[in-house]
């Protein structure tokens, strides 16, 4: 019996695909709230970053969270996801 692929995603910082074990998930909620999905299970539009400080701010400049997510992301929404995200690295 053939074995079954881990899920991959792209990330939306550097685009490379990774197994969607190793990413992040940013959803925006049918209430159009933006945070970040530990359990990649919650409702609504995702995208998925990898956790590295490139990446994220890649994504940040080029707008690639905008035009994944299909929204005006804040300034003040990414820098929450950038606190959340690296709040345990510093």
């Given at each position: ?28 909620s ?19 970053i ?7 701010e ?16 804040s ?15 510093e």
């Open positions: 019996m053939k074995k079954k692929s881990p899920p991959m995603r792209i990330c939306v910082g550097c685009g490379e695909l990774r197994n969607k074990k190793e990413m992040l998930r940013i959803v925006v049918p209430e159009g709230t933006i945070a970040i999905d530990r359990t990649g299970k919650a409702a609504g539009r995702g995208a998925y990898e956790p590295k400080t490139e990446c994220f890649t994504a940040y400049k080029a707008k690639r969270l905008e035009r994944s997510l299909k929204r005006a992301v300034a003040d929404i990414y820098e929450n996801l950038r606190s959340e995200l690296f709040s345990n690295e």
